[in-house]
């Protein structure tokens, strides 16, 4: 089946996977129907605990895994599953739903061959089953197919949001508790963000301290010696190298601060400039349509950088590639190295780019097996 998030909701494979759904959705209805009139008196003289009850409860959560899986599959609706859901509910609630939506597609199923029969046979002037085709006929059979294809189009759609919503009514998290998490989760990245940007600033500290600050004191030094020593020329040399050389750390600090090059263009441009820079050759792959927001865009710039940074410094690589695409409301970016792996996930690098990335509701995701390279991928909503 085609994965939901790459079809529309309105294409012709959309509609396939309705019908499919709706029809073993149907089927289905049939068969726990059956389970409930069995388990019904079995549920009503069982006790929570016994192994009875949890023989029965096992069948259920079997039935609600493979009905999860259709709904996600044909429906393109996820149903995430809470703790202690209440499964065989469900099942007594999308009983009569599947039934009905059964219904519906031998509904339009049905008119839909008649239809065509009809007008198959008038085409060529023949009647169908006595009828002839006359104006008024033809006339009335297109009126009815015009209902028909009404009711098809809102019943089929009605039927299909209709499944997912039980599903989440009595397996997804209730509201108040869905609620609850939500603000723990806004909490915990809000902790995390303040967290790392204290990091950040520690490590642009040491970066000046012990990069920018050292090389100036040294071109300090050089030009003192310089103003006392009558031959200069050398000196003067060593002082030019050090001012370039410390303009050069400056402007890493400032572009590990935040790349204007965002400001002044797209997150590509501002990429193609980090690769540039590179010590490695890497090599990007960018689509993105929709310019994402700026928070974001950000983001996936940081990830990029550290992770050409960690390759650069200490996986050993020889190349890096990137990964920049837009799929559906996500943002996702991919980066890969051919170096030694084995990068540490708790990392202070890793650690940093996690908090950022959840900072915008977004996961990082690491794998770095010893000896077969490192690939981080960040997925991010640009809602």
Same mark, same amino acid.
């Given at each position: 089946?085609?994965? #939901? ?27 726990? &129907? ?6 019904? @008196?079995?549920?009503?003289? %069982? ?6 009850? *949890?023989?029965?409860?096992?069948? #259920? ?16 609706? @996820?149903?995430?599953?809470?703790? $202690? ?12 739903? $599947? ?11 049905? !008119? ?22 006359? @104006? ?50 806004? %909490?915990?990245? +809000? ?34 010696? &310089?103003?006392?020593? !009558? ?14 050389? #410390?303009?050069?750390?400056? +402007?890493?600090?400032?572009? +590990? ?7 002044? %263009?797209?997150? !590509? ?25 700026? @928070? ?8 990029? %950088? ?9 996986? !050993?690589?020889?190349?890096? /590639? ?15 190295? /051919? ?6 996930? /708790?990392?202070? $690098?890793?650690? $940093?780019?996690? *908090? +950022? ?14 000896? &077969? ?7 991010? *909503?640009?809602?």
């Amino acid at each position: 089946m085609t994965d #939901a998030t790459s079809r529309s909701p309105h294409s012709p494979v959309a509609w396939a996977a309705r019908l499919v759904g709706l029809t073993i959705g149907g089927a289905s209805a049939v068969v726990e &129907a059956l389970v409930l009139v069995v388990c019904a @008196p079995l549920l009503a003289a %069982s006790y929570r605990g016994t192994n009875r009850r *949890r023989s029965l409860d096992a069948v #259920a959560h079997r039935i609600v895994g493979w009905e999860i899986r259709r709904v996600e599959r044909c429906f393109g609706q @996820p149903v995430p599953r809470a703790p $202690g859901s209440r499964v065989w509910r469900y099942i007594a609630a999308r009983t009569p739903i $599947g039934l009905v939506g059964a219904l519906l597609v031998l509904i339009t199923g049905f !008119g839909a061959v008649t239809a065509g029969r009809a007008l198959s046979a008038w085409s060529i002037g023949a009647a169908v089953d006595g009828v002839e085709p006359s @104006p008024f006929n033809v006339g009335y059979l297109g009126v009815l197919c015009l209902v028909l294809a009404f009711t098809a189009y809102f019943g089929l759609i009605g039927a299909a949001t209709l499944e997912h919503r039980t599903a989440l009514l009595f397996l997804g998290p209730r509201p108040d508790q869905a609620l609850r998490d939500r603000i723990v989760e806004l %909490s915990t990245s +809000r902790a995390a963000v303040v967290d790392a940007v204290d990091t950040e600033r520690r490590r642009i500290e040491r970066d000046l301290h012990d990069g920018v600050q050292q090389r100036l004191v040294a071109l300090g030094m050089l030009i003192g010696r &310089a103003r006392r020593d !009558g031959d200069r020329d050398d000196l003067l040399a060593d002082a030019h190298r050090e001012a370039l050389a #410390a303009l050069a750390d400056l +402007r890493d600090v400032s572009w +590990r601060i935040y790349p204007a090059a965002l400001d002044r %263009s797209v997150l !590509g441009v501002a990429l193609d400039t980090l690769a540039e820079r590179a010590t490695i050759p890497v090599t990007l792959a960018i689509r993105v349509d929709e310019r994402p927001p700026r @928070p974001v865009e950000t983001v996936a710039y940081f990830v990029v %950088s550290e992770a050409v940074a960690n390759a650069t410094k200490h996986s !050993g690589a020889e190349r890096v /590639d990137v990964t920049v695409e837009r799929v559906g409301p996500e943002l996702r970016v991919v980066v890969t190295d /051919d170096g030694r792996g084995g990068a540490d996930a /708790d990392g202070v $690098g890793l650690t $940093g780019l996690r *908090r +950022r990335v959840a900072a915008v509701d977004g996961e990082l995701e690491l794998w770095s097996p010893p000896g &077969a390279g490192t690939r981080i991928e960040a997925t991010m *909503r640009c809602g």
